[in-house]
């Protein structure tokens, strides 16, 4: 039962324009939402969160949206560069245990 | 090293066979996950301690799996009589005091496991 949802697998956006990942999810006691990064043959690694009273973050480039009401939140990196091309994994808890959602693959062209 | 270091980075084991994954994690990190990586899947929670206490270990998929941390400090996950279906990389994660609660974990580079 996937409390986490990633829908789409993959996204590419050209260097320095806006890149969009979204996420949704179904438990509403989820204390903390959090946004990993992860490249080849690496572990994942932490990019941003977001406590669930707030609806926005903001971490230079690095922009995380909550909405609440429609269990939903995104990431927003502007601008978009080659470095950012990886798996970014949307995470979610309500304690200590991280869900995971399935990841999509972002690829920045120059 | 400076961050958590597993080993051994790629396993591969023929079905029936036991294996041990060593996990170091952050030098004064109290708290140490591990989570498992199924192939086009995000990671899921396996189990967690807090020094060498295992709090929970509600994850683990199967009685053939088991973790220890006896000192507090360096962790292995055992899986005995490996199937096909524990092919996947095996994440170690660590964090240290007051952060844990955010979410916040530091990933090792995870150990491949291949059951052939």
């Known amino acids: 039962d996937q409390q986490v949802k990633q829908n789409s697998p993959s996204l590419s956006v050209q260097e320095g324009r806006i890149s969009i990942l979204n996420c949704d999810y179904t438990n509403s006691m989820f204390d903390y939402f959090l946004w990993y990064k992860k490249y080849p043959a690496e572990g994942p690694t932490f990019l941003i969160s977001i406590s669930s009273i707030k609806d926005k973050n903001e971490d230079g480039r690095f922009t995380v949206f909550l909405n609440k009401s429609a269990k939903h939140l995104s990431l927003h990196i502007v601008p978009s560069q080659p470095g950012d091309s990886a798996v970014y994994f949307c ?20 | ?38 192939l086009g899947q995000g990671p899921e929670f396996l189990t967690y301690f807090q020094n060498e206490a295992q709090l929970d270990k509600s994850g ?26 524990d092919s996947a990389v095996y994440l ?8 844990e609660w955010a979410g916040e974990l530091f990933f090792g580079e995870g150990s491949r496991l291949t059951v052939l």
């Open chain 2, 1 to 38: 090293g400076a961050g958590v270091s597993q080993s051994p980075r790629y396993k591969v084991a023929k079905r029936g066979q036991d294996v041990a994954l060593r996990c170091d994690p952050i030098s004064g990190h109290v708290s140490l996950f591990w989570y498992q990586q199924a």
């Open chain 1, 91 to 110: 995470a979610a808890n309500s304690g200590y245990a991280l869900n995971f959602g399935k990841g999509t693959s972002l690829l920045v062209t120059p």
């Open chain 2, 60 to 85: 683990l998929p199967s009685d053939r799996f088991f973790a220890e941390r006896p000192e507090g400090s360096v962790s292995t996950l055992k899986i005995q009589r490996t199937q096909q279906e």
């Open chain 2, 92 to 99: 170690c994660a660590s964090s240290s005091p007051g952060q």
